[in-house]
């Protein structure tokens, strides 16, 4: 039992960087930088959903605290516009809204995980969901899943092998699995008939379920498969303003669930961080419509674009969705290791993310193709390609 000056060992846990503890070294850079570690967009909002948009004379009260749940009109908008999008009949009941999906998905571990719980999470994974696990004094599992770690493992290669390889990670603790698709960092999305193996399996297994869709605007062939209608009574979802309409400064996101335990989330949000920011919800309001359906659109054909002939220089496949590529560049190590490789990037004003952030990838780096304009990750990537001898 921590006592000062310790703290509690889970959080002790959570490393204090996780995207580049080099930046730094870039703070008398005399040359172009190239900040591929954090998943950004160049991009301005959609015109008219922007903060220099909003008025107090034409938005009374917009500094004043918003409802707990979310703006009232956002909300049942949103409702609508989730339950068409997936399928699954979704009400206002459903939904909160929260500081980013970072902020979501904190309400749902608060919500669910009790010390000691473990949370099965594919990876290659976002980081932060660890640490909110750990937050909330709860065990995450990582289950090498989309990109090959430098472990034993296998990659499953069918729906019904991912299931045989999932369930070698549970446990009599195990209280959920978390996925993330398109996938955060590896670019690859989970095949449809994965996602429906998977969930079966957790509905067996009464697990709850943690489906990170934040980059559901942004697959680039095929459509997007949505989880919760699979499982509503059981699934959380994840979205975000921040990626689909390039407001990750605003911090709005939201968060859908079943109805009976999303009081139980707005106990969390409350003492958490009591309200989303209203003028930040403003702003998804107006995104929400043919502007920002625009924005979109077009943003996905740059990305693609961009992602592709990142990945053709660096001799990758191109990604499925996402903004981001995940590369192992072991070969081209040193004697000081991925520390090293990352260094001798961060010399040329290239930042790039180190692979254990991500799980079991001491070797791999992952770099974000739209965290600056596409000339600017052209000459970016130019530089991680000479590294790479290619």
């Keep these: 039992m921590p006592r000062f000056p310790e703290v509690a060992p889970t959080v002790a846990a959570i490393p204090g960087s996780v995207y580049s503890r080099l930046a730094h070294r870039l ?21 008219g959903c922007r903060m220099e948009d909003f008025r107090v004379a034409d938005h009374p009260g917009m500094h004043r605290y918003a409802p707990v749940q979310g703006i009232t009109e956002l909300v049942l908008r949103l409702a609508e516009r989730v339950g068409k999008r997936s399928g699954a009949s979704t009400g206002p ?13 904190s309400t749902v571990a608060g919500a669910i995980v009790a010390p000691g719980d473990e949370v099965l999470i594919l990876a290659p994974y976002w980081p932060l969901i660890s640490g909110i696990v750990r937050s909330f004094h709860g065990t995450p599992v990582p289950v090498p899943f989309l990109a090959a770690p430098e472990t034993s493992y296998g990659l499953p290669d069918s729906a ?23 996938n955060n960092p ?7 008939a994965w996602i429906e ?35 509503p009574e059981r699934t ?16 709005c996101g939201y968060i859908v669930g079943p109805a009976a335990t999303m009081a139980e989330l707005r106990k969390v949000s409350t003492h958490g961080f009591y309200s989303t920011p209203t003028a930040s919800q403003l702003a998804g309001l107006a995104a929400l419509s043919p502007a920002g359906d625009a924005w979109i659109e077009n943003a996905r054909g740059l990305y693609a674009e961009t992602g592709a002939k990142a990945a053709a220089r660096l001799g990758v ?37 180190p692979g254990p952030s991500f799980g ?27 590294r790479l001898g290619r």
């Design 186 to 192: 590896s670019g690859l999305a989970i095949p449809r």
């Design 317 to 353: 496949p191109a990604p499925q969705g996402s903004t981001f590529l995940f590369l192992n560049v072991a070969e081209h190590f040193r004697e000081n290791g991925l520390e090293g490789f990352l260094g001798d990037c961060a010399d040329e004003g290239l930042l790039a993310s």
């Design 236 to 251: 959380f979802a994840a979205h975000s303003f921040s990626k689909a309409f390039g407001m990750a400064g605003n911090r």
């Design 160 to 182: 019904e092998s991912a299931v045989e390889h999932v369930a070698r990670f549970k446990t009599e603790r195990t209280i959920a699995l978390y996925l993330s698709t398109p």
């Design 27 to 47: 703070d008398g850079y005399k040359g172009e930088i190239y900040p591929l570690s954090v998943g950004d967009t160049w991009m301005e909002p959609p015109p």
């Design 197 to 231: 193996a998977l969930v079966a399996w957790a509905c067996r297994e009464d697990l709850w379920l943690i489906a990170d869709e934040v980059y559901e605007d942004y697959l680039y062939e095929g459509e997007h498969a949505y989880t919760r209608p699979l499982a």
């Design 360 to 386: 079991p990838y001491p070797n791999h780096v992952r770099v974000c193709f739209t965290a600056a304009p596409p000339d600017v990750v052209e000459r970016g990537i130019e530089i991680l390609a000479r």
């Design 93 to 105: 009941e459903n939904v909160l809204m929260a500081t980013g999906a970072t902020g979501g998905l």
